[in-house]
């Protein structure tokens, strides 16, 4: 008995076995692609059609909708209606029950559009749409655990659709440059935006716990994010991109350390970021080196702010002495003059600390 | 979904294959084949009651394939190479990798492929033998007394 089980661990010792994971990885990519070039329809359907919210809104159970092909139930919807239904589901948030209706609308829409850069577009579009609905959830409703699992879902799942066709596209040959730029710019201002909110909300949430779960959840949403701009952005136009930030951030250090500011503690952010930058670089993650790039040449602009401020208020400190001392007097109708170029000076001081 | 099961058992899978099919090359193509066959079952709307027991099945049936496509002598005269394990795959210590080997060739020196399979899927793949017995369309009492006694021979020859 015992020897059978000794037999047995050792056997499962071959499991300990490497296999080639870069080959993994690169079959996963070709196989999304495929995947959506090939798409399941009837049983993403289902899956819609077996939400609960749905079943509540419309209980229609004995009918057997999973034979039905989606256009089939728009095409119902539309003549019984007239259209509301469908129209009615365009502003409905996750947790409402016409927002089923809302997503089959999309996909039937998706499912229609034949071409491939309108196709990638409408997913840029519908993540940017996720991220919205997020915001409204959280100002309308605060947090809604289960509304936002949806929206973020379908939000990661369409930032992939999108690099996918991307990725499509080049592979057969094609020249995307101009469509990944724009689709790129689109899925980064959709994660900056559901950053910014989030953030707040983690902040915002009750338990330790909660807050510790949502910063989680951020951090996976986020680096998925980047990850679907990285394959976009795979090109030798954003690699480019990515150098000439890198380049330009260094240009700003240097002036920095002229103007005699290497030792603030901006300059260890810079530091980190270009780090960050580098090592992006090295993985061939172009998009996020030219982030890192950019945040770095941000944290010496603040450096070079403060300095400013400072200069100005000792120039006004040092003017508002020499004034004290009469000096001002001698100068007679320069006095209008002075006392303008101050009023200059404090808008400068308020402009520079309200950019700040 | 689909891409979390190939999250998941990608590379188990892989080992299978690379175990029954030692041309890495040509391993790599039968899994290739194996992921895009099972997706493809899913577009046809193929009734699929357990995803991962699936596609072991088409991951054995191009094995199967295969090895009808080639004669087996030519396929071990091809890949003697290509069957040596290289530095990095397989456990770090030499002890390991001796015994690793040692236990690789139990397991080839049972007679049949069948139970060669069997055995592999059962303690290295996990598959029940439920699953096992589905797959190969045989009864589980069946591939339980395969897995016994192939068990009773891998342990005869390590214990010689």
């Known amino acids: 008995m015992f020897k059978e089980v000794f037999t047995i661990r050792k ?59 989606a256009f089939i139930i728009v095409l119902i919807a539309l003549i019984t209606t007239g259209g509301g239904v469908a129209a009615a589901s365009q502003t409905s948030l996750p947790s409402d029950a016409l927002y089923p209706v809302k997503i089959l609308t999309e996909e039937v829409r998706e499912a229609v559009t034949f071409n491939n850069t309108a196709k990638a577009k409408l997913h840029a579009k519908y993540a940017n749409d996720r991220v919205e ?17 949806i929206a973020l879902a379908n939000l990661t799942k369409h930032a992939s659709q999108t690099a996918s066709i991307i990725e499509g596209e080049r592979s057969h040959g094609k020249n995307v440059n101009a469509l990944a730029k724009e689709l790129q710019n689109k899925i980064e201002k959709a994660k900056t935006d559901l950053e910014n909110n989030l953030d707040s909300m983690a902040v915002n949430a009750t338990s330790t716990e909660a807050r510790k779960t949502w910063k989680e959840k951020i951090e996976k949403i986020k680096s998925e994010m980047e990850d679907n701009e990285d394959r976009i952005g795979k090109s030798e136009e954003f690699k480019k991109e990515a150098e000439a930030a890198m380049l330009q951030a260094r240009k700003q250090l240097q002036e920095a350390s002229q103007n005699g500011l290497a ?36 944290a010496l602009e603040k450096v070079e702010n403060k300095i400013e401020k400072e200069e100005k208020k000792e120039f006004k400190m040092e003017k508002g002495k020499k ?6 007097e001698k100068k007679g109708n320069g006095r209008d003059k002075d006392s303008s170029t101050e009023k200059e000076d404090d808008e400068d001081i308020a402009s520079t600390t309200s950019e700040e | 979904m689909f891409l979390e099961i190939y999250d998941k ?49 088409v991951a054995r049936n191009l ?11 030519d396929i071990a005269l091809d890949d003697l190479g290509a069957n040596e394990p290289s530095s990095n795959d397989l456990a770090d210590s030499t002890s390991d990798k001796i015994e690793v080997k040692k236990i690789k060739a139990a397991i080839e020196s049972l007679e049949t492929d069948n139970e060669r399979e069997i055995v592999y ?17 045989k009864n589980p009492n069946n591939i ?15 214990y010689v």
């Open chain 1, 11 to 69: 056997i499962k010792k071959l499991r300990t076995e490497d296999m080639n994971k870069q080959f993994l990885v690169d079959f996963r990519g070709e196989l999304n692609i495929f995947m959506t070039n090939n798409p399941v329809m009837k049983k993403e359907v289902q899956r819609l059609f077996n939400m609960e919210s749905l079943n509540k809104f419309i209980n229609f159970n004995k009918l057997n909708f999973k034979s039905m092909p």
């Open chain 1, 133 to 149: 609905e997020v915001q409204k959830m959280l100002s309308e409703k605060g947090i809604d655990p289960k509304g936002l699992e």
């Open chain 1, 263 to 298: 030792s603030t503690t901006e300059l260890i952010k810079f530091n980190s970021f270009m780090d960050k930058a580098s090592s992006s670089i090295s993985k061939e993650h172009w998009v996020q080196a030219r982030q890192h790039a950019m945040q770095a040449e941000k």
């Open chain 1, 323 to 328: 004034l004290e001392n009469g000096e001002g």
């Open chain 2, 9 to 57: 058992y990608g590379e188990q899978v892989m080992r299978h294959i690379s175990f029954r099919v030692s041309n890495n090359k040509e391993a790599q193509d039968i899994f290739q084949e194996t992921f895009l066959r099972t997706w493809k079952s899913l577009v046809n709307e193929q009734k699929i009651e357990n995803l991962r027991a699936f596609v072991y099945m």
């Open chain 2, 63 to 73: 094995i199967i394939d295969f090895y009808r496509k080639k004669s087996r002598s």
């Open chain 2, 121 to 137: 899927m059962r303690y290295i793949d996990d598959l029940s033998v439920k699953e096992i017995a589905t797959m190969m369309d």
């Open chain 2, 144 to 158: 339980r007394v395969i897995c016994h006694r192939g068990l009773k021979k891998i342990r005869n020859q390590l």
